[in-house]
């Protein structure tokens, strides 16, 4: 049988292929040990790629920290931003109703001090003789208001017309309908009344210290108090 051992092949059909079939001992792998150089070359690569990385660590750590104060020094700016332009309009609403206030009292309450305290709702008096069967028309609803129902419509209406608007403006319940003498729940109830009777409107307002409401009058009725108003002053 060939040594296969020495590299030859078995001339019959074999399973096995050429090999050695062990390593004289006179034979040894060489393992080529790295010089002072390269063990240097690797060291101070390992050091750069560490500062580097350090390098990188710290200015991320240093972007974010700036990202962050500059985050908080905007919000602290923005707050007393926002409280100024809450505290502008707030002045802005109290404002206007002190104007609507003092222009309603320096008027005299035209509309029912013509001639003497009782001259208008004398007039409208004498026009409810006029009021026949037409109960559902607005001028005839507005003539035939109860006396304290029609005192505090004629102050809402007399108020939207000098504005020339539907609208009151922001008002103080209180010292708005203060000129009529009238118990503020009283008016509130009255107001609520109206509001059922759809003669008078109740727009969002504000509640609490320095409130307001904003009271509007349906188109149609703003129109017919304008007409009675007119016939009042052309009489």
């Known amino acids: 049988m060939p ?30 040990q790295p010089t002072q150089k390269q063990v240097s070359d690797l060291i101070d690569e390992n050091n750069t790629i560490e500062t580097k990385a350090e390098l990188d660590y710290n200015k991320s750590a240093t972007r974010l920290e700036q ?6 020094t905007r919000v602290k700016h923005e707050i007393p931003r926002t409280e100024a332009i809450k505290n502008k309009s707030e002045t802005k609403v109290k404002h206007e109703y002190n104007k609507s206030v003092t222009r309603l009292k320096l008027d005299d309450y035209k509309i029912i001090t013509k001639n ?34 029609r005192q505090i419509f004629w102050c809402i209406a007399h108020e939207c017309i000098k504005r020339k608007s539907t609208r009151t403006g922001p008002i103080e319940i209180k010292s708005f309908f203060n000129i009529l003498a009238i118990s503020t729940p009283v008016v509130r109830t009255t107001l609520n009344r109206l509001v059922d009777k759809r003669i008078i409107q109740r727009e969002k307002g504000k509640l609490g210290k320095n409130g307001f409401a904003i009271i509007s009058l349906p188109k149609i009725m703003f129109d017919a108090a304008c007409n009675i108003y007119a016939d009042y002053e052309n009489r």
């Open 3 to 32: 040594r296969l051992e020495d590299g030859d092949f078995a001339t019959s059909a074999s399973r096995f292929k050429k090999r050695r079939a062990w390593i004289s001992p006179d034979e040894s792998l060489s393992i080529e």
């Open 67 to 72: 990202d962050y104060n500059k985050t908080i």
């Open 116 to 149: 003497s305290p009782n001259d208008f709702y004398a007039f409208i008096k004498s026009q409810q003789e006029s009021v026949t069967d037409y109960e559902d028309e607005p001028r005839s609803i507005i003539l035939c208001l109860s006396d304290v129902q």
